[in-house]
């Protein structure tokens, strides 16, 4: 069990009793403080890291990849705007590979990629499909809000069965063939477990600030500084986070113009997944990039 792994319980159940203690408007105000801070950092460095990708590479310009970067988030933007239902849905199938790939990459080294692609996204949605289930209400008043069309019944449970038995087959399965340690399996089972607790005990967005900042953005700001810098430690975060800062802080100003300029059209929980699915898109294709990296100049 690493550092990280102990660091992510021991907060979690911290942001629990947090919860506990301070207001509901107030619990509201702070999750997204958390996200839009924390939660932003670890996606504000994606030019960083295709550079690094690419940095052997004779082929590309820093001033097309940014061009394309930010035509990604436009066009993502724009779907949202155009098409919310299709545009969350992508949202939702991106988010939920790009979780799984985050709990699962480092140990899946001998599996077969397609193999491996179909469990880190049944093991991220089963994630999602938990904090669906447990705040129910939430998810309903939310799609309603995005899309205008209400959700009579979620129908996670049925759901979470199904994926909760393809991740326990494909997982038998890897174990089988000594793809993966029974002691990493045994942690990320735990995990969904200890997420169970956290999603039955917070609200929507609390459970997701819990999930997405401790659970998700820490261990991947800790992959993305190794792959940078090489090592993990306090100089070097501090380098990473001085080199996202400028991006972080336009992604902010988008955020605040986005506002600005649909707020009597849209309500702000549309604006935010809108704006948090912009950056997700193209950070989910360079985390791929950057993972399948790694374990090229591992081989």
């Given at each position: 069990?690493?550092?990280?792994?102990?660091?992510?319980?021991?907060?979690s159940f911290?942001g629990?009793?947090i919860?506990?203690?301070?207001?509901?408007k107030?619990?509201?105000?702070?999750?997204?403080?958390?996200?839009?801070?924390?939660?932003?950092?670890?996606g504000?460095?994606?030019?960083?890291?295709i550079?690094k990708i690419?940095?052997?590479?004779?082929?590309?310009s820093?001033?097309?990849?940014?061009?394309?970067?930010?035509?990604i988030?436009?066009l993502?933007?724009?779907?949202?705007?155009?098409?919310?239902?299709?545009?969350?849905?992508?949202?939702?199938?991106?988010?939920a590979?790009?979780?799984?790939?985050?709990?699962?990459?480092?140990?899946?080294?001998?599996?077969n990629?397609?193999?491996?692609?179909?469990?880190?996204f049944?093991?991220?949605?089963?994630?999602?499909?938990?904090?669906?289930?447990?705040?129910d209400?939430?998810?309903?008043?939310?799609?309603?809000?995005?899309?205008?069309?209400?959700?009579a019944?979620?129908?996670?449970?049925?759901?979470?069965?199904?994926?909760?038995?393809?991740v326990?087959i494909m997982?038998?399965?890897e174990l089988?063939?000594?793809?993966?340690?029974?002691?990493?399996?045994l942690?990320?089972l735990?995990?969904?477990?200890?997420?169970?607790?956290?999603?039955?005990?917070?609200?929507?967005?609390?459970?997701?600030t819990i999930?997405?900042?401790l659970?998700?953005?820490?261990?991947s700001l800790?992959?993305?500084?190794?792959f940078?810098?090489?090592?993990?430690?306090?100089?070097?975060?501090?380098k990473?986070?001085?080199?996202?800062?400028?991006?972080?802080?336009?992604?902010?100003?988008?955020?605040?113009?986005?506002?600005?300029?649909?707020?009597n059209?849209?309500?702000?929980?549309s604006?935010?997944?809108?704006?948090?699915?912009?950056v997700?898109?193209?950070?989910?294709?360079?985390m791929?990039?950057?993972?399948?990296?790694?374990k090229?100049?591992?081989?």
């Amino acid at each position: 069990m690493n550092n990280i792994f102990k660091f992510s319980i021991v907060t979690s159940f911290l942001g629990l009793w947090i919860a506990t203690h301070i207001p509901e408007k107030f619990e509201l105000i702070l999750g997204f403080i958390l996200i839009f801070s924390f939660g932003m950092i670890h996606g504000s460095n994606d030019l960083l890291i295709i550079n690094k990708i690419l940095e052997k590479s004779k082929y590309y310009s820093k001033f097309n990849i940014l061009v394309a970067y930010l035509m990604i988030v436009s066009l993502a933007i724009l779907i949202f705007y155009m098409a919310p239902i299709l545009a969350l849905s992508m949202f939702v199938i991106f988010s939920a590979y790009h979780f799984g790939e985050q709990h699962w990459e480092k140990s899946f080294i001998k599996s077969n990629n397609s193999l491996k692609s179909i469990f880190y996204f049944c093991y991220g949605m089963l994630i999602l499909q938990l904090l669906f289930t447990f705040n129910d209400i939430g998810v309903k008043f939310i799609v309603k809000e995005i899309t205008g069309y209400q959700i009579a019944n979620l129908n996670s449970f049925p759901i979470i069965i199904i994926l909760g038995s393809l991740v326990l087959i494909m997982t038998a399965i890897e174990l089988h063939f000594k793809r993966i340690s029974s002691e990493i399996a045994l942690t990320e089972l735990f995990s969904l477990l200890i997420l169970t607790i956290i999603f039955n005990s917070s609200s929507l967005i609390w459970g997701f600030t819990i999930y997405f900042i401790l659970w998700h953005s820490v261990p991947s700001l800790a992959e993305q500084i190794k792959f940078v810098y090489g090592e993990f430690k306090l100089k070097t975060t501090l380098k990473y986070c001085k080199s996202a800062a400028p991006y972080w802080i336009v992604s902010l100003i988008g955020m605040v113009i986005l506002y600005f300029m649909f707020n009597n059209e849209k309500h702000f929980y549309s604006l935010f997944f809108a704006f948090i699915a912009a950056v997700t898109f193209p950070h989910a294709f360079v985390m791929v990039k950057m993972f399948s990296k790694k374990k090229h100049e591992q081989l």
